[in-house]
């Protein structure tokens, strides 16, 4: 495709020194919630125009997260978190990612995403084992500004496994699973120590335990009305007599972003993993596997493959099971049936509606037989 030549509409703009011009509006308290950028989507477009300037690429389309991502430049809302492109190098004669953030980042999610690529996949990929070496790939980071962040990385050419709540089974082939289960097992062999030492400016999310209470909390009256009183009650007791369980474990480095959006099959079947802004701290062994064991709520066949598989490479690990089920009944699986409950609601067409609800069928079953430790989960 022919790189798009995009004039910017104000000419004036200010000097912008290396970074996109702040978007932030200075008087969004600091509330934990996510900040209100400016709407003006004018100086959002001509801000990345010159950042894309900066580092001699030009706009060529926008690349999707969702199906609900806007796919023109010009109808994107400066309220989104990130903004991810692809761009065209005339001198390289190569494409590339371009991502900046664009709301303030209390969590330093961009910066941690820049130093990861820059530091730390390296070091994964040389701890892989030798016969994931050509099957796993991580993007290369080519530059960055850390100002108001905003990198390039390489392009790889591509599809999907799917969206961020479903497998594509077009695309997924059930030796992948195996493939990314192994990964996942390779990277967790690094400590949030090691981090630091590869990378000791990245700031770790807090442990996704600590905020179990918080998950199921914004989740309990859709929880009650889908899956029944009986199991919101459960799920609460549940929660308070495993607090002191999931609070025990060591502190391990986790990812818990690994999803089908977020991995591209290449062009030559390599899996490669993006996207690594929410890398936290986590007590929890099994957390980095619970969302593709959830987004396969699509074939249950495929589901159970993986979660036995899973179950085989870490039974080493002690409650490594029980560590995955509570991560599904309090993180991953009511998570995803609040997604699909409210798509069943709002999806504006009837293909969207049937996917919605065989997914919410499928999950509240899932998340049933986890409550009373039965099924897979027995």
């Known amino acids: 495709m022919k790189p798009l030549s995009l004039t ?3 000419t004036n703009s200010p000097t912008l020194e290396g970074s996109i011009a702040p978007l932030i509006n200075p008087a969004t308290p600091n509330t934990g919630a996510m900040p209100t950028a400016t709407p003006e989507s004018v100086l959002l477009h001509t801000s990345v125009l010159a950042d894309l300037s900066m580092y001699g690429v030009e706009f060529v389309e926008v690349l999707k997260s969702s199906r609900r991502t806007a796919t023109k ?7 989104r978190p990130y903004i991810v492109l692809k761009t065209f190098s005339k001198v390289q004669n190569s494409y590339f990612v371009y991502k900046a953030r664009l709301t303030e980042d209390f969590r330093s999610s961009a910066l941690n995403e820049l130093f990861f690529l820059k530091h730390v996949a390296p070091h994964l990929k040389s701890k892989l084992p030798k016969h994931l070496l050509d099957k796993i790939r991580f993007p290369k980071y080519i530059k960055g500004h850390h100002k ?17 709540h479903f497998f594509d089974l077009k ?22 120590n090691g981090l630091k030492d590869i990378a000791p400016k990245i700031k770790l999310w807090p442990s996704i335990e600590e905020q179990y209470h ?12 889908i899956l029944g009183k009986k199991y919101s009650l459960r799920l609460l007791s549940q929660i308070i007599s495993n607090q002191s369980f999931v609070n025990l474990g060591k502190d391990l480095f986790a990812v818990i972003d690994i999803q089908p959006s977020n991995i591209i099959k290449s062009n030559n079947g390599q899996l490669c993993l993006v996207d690594w802004d929410r890398i936290s701290v986590s007590k929890n062994p099994a957390v980095n596997y619970g969302f593709i064991l959830t987004d396969l709520w699509v074939d249950p066949i495929l589901q159970q493959k993986y979660f036995d ?6 039974r080493s690990v002690k409650n490594f099971k029980e560590y995955l089920r509570l991560d599904f009944i309090f993180n991953r699986g009511i998570g995803e049936l609040a997604y699909w409950a409210e798509e069943l609601q709002a999806a504006p067409k009837a293909s969207e509606r049937e996917q919605a609800a065989l997914a919410v069928t499928r999950l509240s079953e899932l998340l049933k037989q986890a409550i009373n430790q039965t099924g897979m989960w027995a």
């Not at 108001?148 to 961020?164: A, D, N, T, V």
């Not at 918080?214 to 929880?223: D, F, N, P, T, V």
């Open 8 to 10: 910017p509409i104000i």
């Open 73 to 79: 430049f010009d109808q994107l809302d400066s309220n």
């Open 148 to 164: 108001q962040p905003s990198f390039l990385m390489e392009y790889i050419e591509g599809k999907r496994l799917g969206g961020i």
């Open 171 to 192: 695309v997924l082939k059930e030796q992948d699973l195996y493939i990314l289960a192994e990964a996942i097992k390779s990277i967790h062999k690094l400590t949030p």
């Open 214 to 225: 918080l998950h199921l909390s914004a989740r309990l009256k859709m929880a009650q009305k």
């Open 309 to 314: 598989y899973v179950l085989k490479i870490n």
